[in-house]
């Protein structure tokens, strides 16, 4: 079946360690790729987006992402994670044929320990 | 610039009864979703207007939801009459173009409550 899966539903990382969060997809074509963090009560924000071209994404809050083809996967990537990165991470696709909107995974709520 | 507001933030409800919630996109945003977030998953898309037209209302059920963007600015979602598994975060998001890379601003959600 076509879906988004991050298989990881919580994660614990100590403040100041690395942190990868995964994300896997199951569709015919690569999608556009999305990772969007969710706050406590607040909307969710754009991390970062891959298209096409370079398979290493940077985007906002030192994360990146890398697209790999033959794993179908655009894991999240952060060196040194911060307490305030405590949140809930989704990612995100849209269909190249099947309009804009987005679909997402289940989501990985990530703690940070101290 | 503003935000995706959204009203209200939080609302309880009986089953049966009614509710509606108000989102008003980000100014010159041309594309409105409606996104209902059960708790545990990702959000699912309800329904997606371009301008005051319906673009996608697939997943929508128009038993007892509905929605409209009048003059293609400000929406409303509707459930009547609302079920349990109703229950959920509804999430509206606007985007400037329909392309498939722009960028979908989110809205911080109203909390609804069946009980």
């Known amino acids: 079946a076509q879906s988004v899966t991050q298989p990881d539903i919580h994660i614990t990382v100590s403040e100041g360690a690395s942190l990868e969060l995964r994300c896997n997809y199951s569709?015919?074509?690569?999608?556009?790729l999305f990772w969007y963090v969710q706050s406590p009560g607040q909307g969710l924000q754009l991390l970062l987006k891959?298209?096409?071209?370079?398979?290493l994404v940077q985007g906002i809050k030192g994360f990146e992402a890398e697209f790999k083809r033959s794993q179908s996967s655009f894991n999240l990537r952060k060196p040194s994670v911060h307490w305030s990165d405590a949140a809930e991470y989704f990612c995100?696709?849209?269909?190249?044929?099947?309009?804009?909107?987005?679909?997402f995974g289940k989501g990985t709520t990530l703690s940070v320990s101290s | 610039e503003a935000g995706v507001a959204q009203s209200p933030r939080y609302k309880i409800i009986e089953k049966r009864q009614s509710v509606a919630f108000w989102c008003n996109p980000i100014?010159?945003?041309?594309?409105l979703y409606w996104y209902q977030q059960i708790l545990g998953q990702g959000p699912k898309l309800l329904i997606q207007?371009?301008?005051?037209?319906?673009?996608?209302d697939s997943q929508l059920p128009k038993d007892r939801f509905s929605a409209e963007r009048l003059k293609g600015v400000d929406s409303t979602l509707k459930i009547q009459p609302a079920k349990l598994e109703d229950s959920a975060v509804y999430l509206c998001?606007?985007?400037?173009?329909?392309?498939?890379?722009?960028?979908?601003?989110f809205g911080p959600g109203t909390r609804l409550t069946v009980t």
């Open positions: 998001a606007s985007s400037f173009t329909t392309g498939q890379g722009s960028e979908q601003y």
């Open positions: 569709y015919g074509a690569t999608p556009y």
């Open positions: 891959y298209f096409s071209g370079d398979t």
């Open positions: 995100a696709v849209v269909l190249n044929q099947a309009g804009t909107a987005l679909i």
């Open positions: 100014s010159g945003h041309a594309t």
């Open positions: 207007f371009q301008n005051n037209g319906v673009v996608d």
